[in-house]
């Protein structure tokens, strides 16, 4: 292969990989606007820490400055920012104080195992330490891969591909498939091994979201047309407002306000 065409997958790589590492920024956003974190859980949040430092390592550990080590800096800093906003809004700071210790003490032990290894004093070969951390970032991988797959069951369970983020499964394709590339270019099985899971599990997302796709938008549709239309004006104006409840045929409901009534008929 080309020096050329090596640089080109070097970049796409690094950009593809970054764009996943950026994309709970509008989560992020949203929690830190409403000032609470909602339902979202922090799990994901500590699995792309994880998995970003792990790779990280592994980059270290095999001389990868770019993409692996520059890509991966960049995805540590973000998310330790996004744990920290989290962290801020959290209702429960404790539990996610403790699951992020747990995590960061882990990464702390590896980094030290890590940078005594590639200095010669664990006595290790080199090869010996490169399998090692190469296989904490597999394992650091599989911790994001059930997110999908909890994803794949939903969708077959409810038959609509609603849940599918098709912008982000696309990008993890692309990103994964460009990852396998590079693996590739260096002969590297566990580069090439995590990435290509990832493709395959993006891959069926892609497929059950065009086979479904007609029953997302037909239960959209019927969500919205569940949705209460209803209007309150002077008491001299009749509203019609259509919705669709067992009550009575015609029903009205007055306002506290004396001058004000509205006016309900319900459609069986």
Same mark, same amino acid.
């Given at each position: 292969m080309s020096d050329a065409f090596t640089t080109v997958i070097k970049i796409l790589a690094s950009l593809a990989a970054l764009y996943m590492c950026l994309s709970p920024s509008s989560s992020m956003y949203r929690i830190h606007k409403e000032q609470t974190t909602g339902v979202m859980s922090v799990l994901p949040l500590i699995a792309l820490f994880l998995g970003s430092h792990m790779w990280l390592l592994y980059g270290y550990v095999t001389d990868d400055l770019f993409p692996m080590v520059t890509t991966y800096v960049i995805g540590d800093i973000t998310s330790l920012s +996004?744990?920290?906003?989290y962290y801020r809004w959290s209702s429960n700071k404790r539990y996610v104080l403790k699951v992020f210790s747990l995590v960061l003490g882990f990464c702390a032990l590896i980094t030290l195992y890590t940078v005594l290894g590639v200095k010669g004093v664990t006595h290790q070969h080199l090869k010996d330490v490169k399998l090692?951390?190469?296989? +904490? *970032?597999?394992?650091?991988?599989?911790?994001l #891969?059930?997110?999908?797959? *909890?994803?794949?069951?939903?969708?077959?369970?409810? @038959?609509s591909s609603a849940s599918i983020p098709f912008t982000m499964v696309l990008v993890g394709l692309i990103n994964n498939a460009l990852w396998v590339v590079y693996g590739v270019l260096l002969h590297d099985a566990l580069v090439i091994a995590p990435s290509c899971v990832s493709v395959f599990t993006c891959s069926i997302q892609l497929v059950l979201f065009f086979? #479904?796709?007609?029953?997302? @938008? *037909?239960m959209l549709d019927l969500e919205q047309d569940k949705l209460p239309s209803a209007m309150i004006v002077p008491s001299d104006e009749v509203v019609l407002a259509a919705i669709q409840v067992d009550i009575e045929p015609y029903a009205e409901l007055r306002s506290p306000r004396a001058d004000m009534k509205v006016v309900t008929i319900a459609i069986q």
């Open positions: +996004f744990i920290a906003v090692i951390v190469g296989c +904490f *970032a597999n394992a650091s991988s599989i911790l #891969y059930t997110s999908p797959l *909890a994803t794949v069951m939903l969708v077959l369970r409810t @038959k086979i #479904y796709r007609d029953n997302a @938008k *037909a």
